[in-house]
């Protein structure tokens, strides 16, 4: 089955810690992106990627951190710099051209202890 | 600029209800139109879209429709059931010289009742 695989789905995290998510496709999607939702709150980009290394910040890319060194794995780091880290955090795929919809992973929910 | 805006929630309804969800949006040149909907501690899942004016995206009985002239992409649904009950959530996509990138609103809770 294709789909968008993110782990683990709960993660728990001291503070000043820094913690790599993973999102690895196995749908050939060229872009990959991250977002972060809080609760009632809509979707926030945190990166995006179109081509293998090479990422671009989002609109609050500050105390994250991400690779792509292959084209089906995007890890995204929160590092100890990201204030408020408890969040849940969606990895999302497309292929290039207009019209294409974002393929989401199931999520991964972190949290700060 | 790019944005999205929907109808803020929560709304309850009864069973068999008509459901609507308003949403507009702002957009430089011709986007693709999506809805989306997320169950609790899920990720998002594409219920329709529409790729140009006039264009209706249906599926599992929603229907919206490309509104250009009032920029418009609302949801509705003729009779709601108890497992409609979710987060319902309005996006654009614009492509860019760094490909496609999406945009959402904030999201609109849906629950159901028998």
């Known amino acids: 089955d294709g789909g968008i695989t993110q782990s683990p789905k709960y993660l728990f995290r001291k503070e000043g810690q820094n913690v790599t998510l993973s999102c690895e496709q196995n749908?050939?999607?060229?872009?990959m992106y991250w977002y972060r939702q809080d609760p009632g709150q809509g979707l926030r980009l945190i990166y995006y990627s179109q081509i293998v290394n090479d990422f671009q910040k989002g609109d609050i890319a500050e105390g994250y951190s991400v690779s792509r060194e292959k084209k089906e794995s995007f890890p995204l780091t929160v590092t100890s710099a990201q204030k408020n880290p408890t969040a849940f955090y969606l990895c999302?795929?497309?292929?290039?051209?207009?019209?294409?919809?974002?393929?989401f992973g199931q999520g991964t929910r972190l949290t700060v202890v | 600029g790019n944005s999205v805006t929907q109808m803020e929630g929560p709304v309850t309804l009864s069973e068999e209800a008509f459901l609507t969800i308003n949403c507009t949006y702002t957009a430089t040149g011709y986007p693709s139109l999506f809805w989306y909907v997320q169950y609790p501690g899920e990720g998002l899942q594409l219920l329709l879209k529409a790729t140009k004016a006039d264009d209706k995206g249906s599926n599992k009985g929603f229907e919206a429709t490309y509104r250009k002239e009032t920029t418009s992409f609302h949801l509705e649904k003729g009779s709601v059931q108890v497992s409609d009950s979710a987060v319902y959530f309005c996006?654009?996509?614009?492509?860019?010289?760094?490909?496609?990138?999406?945009?959402f609103g904030t999201g609109t809770s849906l629950t159901v009742i028998p």
């Open positions: 999302a795929s497309s292929i290039e051209g207009r019209g294409t919809e974002a393929f």
């Open positions: 749908l050939n999607h060229d872009a």
């Open positions: 996006a654009l996509s614009g492509h860019t010289n760094t490909g496609n990138q999406f945009y």
